[in-house]
């Protein structure tokens, strides 16, 4: 979906494997007036990582699939300077024939066109949501752990051929993932994700800075009495930040119910200087941040009470005014019932 500065949509478009489930996860401005999108498609009983090239208008002018032999998906892409002519860097998970959870990283030139792969994994089960180039190498964040309940995030630095340089797992909390790495001027990381509390009473969101070598600077907690899960970061050029995420009310009924998107807005040290909430009846959820300080655009979905359907949901903000309700714009995109 393409809006405009009013929320409004100017397209939308639906993008199909005729009887398979395909996702796209993450878009990104090409600077070819076009936007490049990854995600996974189904295949014969499988999936492959997808990639597909959209014009301005919002047809597709290319497509590629990535078939490893199992169960392959991409969660992320980002722009890839160490590519002549400039290329794409793809993270996600491929998934060997026993089932075994593999980070896998993938890079392309500009056109889709796959230049290097790189798929490893610990004794655990490792799935990557986030990387970032740094140089010839990336910096890649995820989780890993037997299970999905007592997995730990990670953080891992690892060249073309996918040996580790360095790796830092968050093994001091009862589950822990990173859904996020940004670059920072000073050549630090700016790493996001969330966590379940020693007490088990909850999750909450946190921040960290690190350094290239995998040392952490910094870090900080995000949320309160609730549930507080937060995904994506976006770092500004005077060292500030922005965090969207979701968070639940504390006498919610249950585990799907009460939840309104949420934005953390951070200071240069780290410290958080206000937050906010986005909602109303029924079940909101932030997935997506960008722009800058004062033209701060925040996308996620909201759920009817019912469950029965969900529409796009953007906010668009001016953090200068610190987070005064008055001064930011809401826009809900409607679709068809049970589409998100």
């Keep these: 979906m393409r809006v405009n500065d009013a929320g409004d949509a100017v397209w939308r478009k639906s993008v199909a494997n005729p009887g398979h489930e395909s996702l796209l996860w993450d878009v990104h401005a090409d600077g070819h007036d076009g936007f490049v999108a990854a995600g996974y498609s189904d295949a014969a009983g499988t999936s492959d990582g997808w990639l597909v090239r959209f014009t301005s208008s919002g047809e597709i002018s290319w497509e590629k699939r990535f078939d490893m032999g199992g169960v392959d998906r991409f969660y992320m892409l980002a722009a890839d300077a160490s590519i002549p002519g400039g290329g794409w860097l793809c993270v996600g998970q491929s998934d060997d024939k026993a089932g075994k959870n593999r980070a896998w990283v993938v890079r392309t030139d500009a056109s889709g066109r796959e230049l290097s792969h790189a798929i490893w994994s610990t004794d655990a089960n490792d799935r990557a949501f986030a990387a970032q180039p740094i140089g010839f190498d990336c910096v890649v964040g995820g989780m890993t752990g037997r299970g999905h309940d007592d997995a730990n995030g990670f953080i891992a630095r690892v060249d073309a051929s996918g040996t580790e340089r360095w790796r830092y797992v968050m093994s001091d909390w009862p589950f822990s993932v990173i859904h996020g790495i940004k670059p920072l001027a000073d050549g630090h990381f700016l790493v996001s994700g969330y966590r379940n509390t020693r007490a088990g009473l909850g999750s909450q969101g946190f921040i960290l800075v690190i350094d290239e070598m995998g040392n952490v600077l910094r870090q900080t907690s ?20 922005a965090v969207i995420g979701h968070s639940q009310s504390p006498d919610a009924a249950d585990g799907r119910t009460g939840w309104d998107m949420s934005l953390f807005a951070l200071d240069r040290e780290g410290g958080v200087r ?10 909101e959820f932030g997935r997506g941040i960008d722009g800058t300080a004062s033209d701060l655009w925040l996308v996620g979905h909201t759920e009817s009470p019912s469950g029965n359907e969900s529409r796009v949901y953007v906010v668009r903000l001016d953090l200068t005014t610190q987070g005064d309700a008055k001064n930011h714009g809401i826009k809900d995109q409607s679709g068809p019932a049970g589409t998100h």
């Design 274 to 283: 206000f937050s906010s909430r986005f909602g109303g009846k029924g079940t």
């Design 222 to 241: 995000l949320g309160g009495p609730g549930n507080d899960r937060t995904l994506h970061a976006l770092a500004f050029s005077d060292g500030s930040c």
